[in-house]
């Protein structure tokens, strides 16, 4: 879709007709000329042979994934940020449109907290860094969704490509007004097992890396000059990662559709073209 879609909220135990319903009056209604492709996780509803027919009608694709997959599920760890901050101080509320309203609100806040506290933070301390004469960091969080912006968080996808710009524009301008004292840094990590991804799991998944093992690896590439600290985990390696960044840009410079990597006519070339030897 072009830009966000507004936030939909269902009733709990949906069936397919209903989930169909929500689709028409979320998407369609707005455009039709569109051909959507949904992330989905293996509820009944989101796999049922009435839901698959519909979306078929109605140019829809669908990709069905593990809800807690770490490599495109970006908006688990969104859920993960709202579900923290709308029950923070175990708050409740009294009625659904409250509850709606207060999820309305942390929605409204994911890019001001992920890209606008980045942006903010870096004009309230970078000047004081400068005038202080002395060696330092910053070191901004940036995301792989960032990059490849693939479908189903737009929010989220803004944000770090926001991140991403904004902290190379950060990195050009230390070079000119703190030329080797003061260095910007964009780290873009792996699958992390945090309080953020844990969603409730008390194991590390062994995809995942430890908040130590991604600190170790940011400082070694520091170390090494490195501007983008690309992080692999245990279940994507560098390599990986490189090539589905050159086929994002790619896009551009081949002239194929946005986000061609999902588009049911480039699957297969993606994938060739991302197997590692």
């Not at 953020?196 to 590390?204: D, F, N, P, V």
Request: with cysteine; hydrophobic share 40%.
């Amino acid at each position: 879709m072009n830009g966000l879609s507004k936030l939909v909220v269902v009733r709990p135990h949906f069936n397919s007709t209903e989930y169909c319903q929500t689709l028409e009056e979320a998407i369609l209604q707005s455009n039709r000329s569109h051909t959507y492709v949904l992330y989905h996780d293996r509820y009944p509803p989101h796999t049922s042979r009435q839901t698959q027919t519909w979306m078929a009608q109605h140019n829809f694709q669908n990709v069905i994934l593990p809800p807690k997959s770490p490599d495109l599920n970006p908006i688990e760890n969104v859920w993960g940020i709202i579900s923290r901050e709308i029950f923070e101080g175990l708050k409740t509320y009294n009625s659904v449109e409250s509850l709606v309203a207060a999820v309305q609100a942390a929605w409204d806040r994911v890019l001001a907290v992920n890209l606008w506290g980045v942006i903010h933070g870096a004009q309230v301390f970078v000047p004081g860094m400068i005038d202080a004469g002395r060696p330092g960091l910053v070191i901004n969080t940036g995301s792989k969704q960032g990059i490849t912006t693939p479908p189903g968080d737009p929010a989220y996808n803004v944000s770090k490509a926001g991140v991403k710009a904004y902290t190379e524009a950060l990195a050009h301008g230390l070079r000119g007004s703190a030329p080797g004292r003061i260095t910007a840094h964009l780290l873009i990590p792996g699958f992390v097992f945090t309080g953020l991804t844990a969603q409730g799991r008390t194991e590390k998944p062994a995809a995942a890396w430890t908040p130590e093992q991604t600190v170790g690896f940011l400082f070694d590439r520091i170390g090494a000059g490195d501007f983008y600290i690309l992080c692999p985990d245990n279940d994507v390696p560098r390599a990986l990662d490189e090539r589905r960044i050159l086929w994002a840009a790619g896009d551009i410079v081949e002239n194929r559709p946005a986000l061609s990597r999902w588009h049911p006519d480039y699957g297969d070339a993606f994938k060739k073209f991302a197997k590692l030897d």
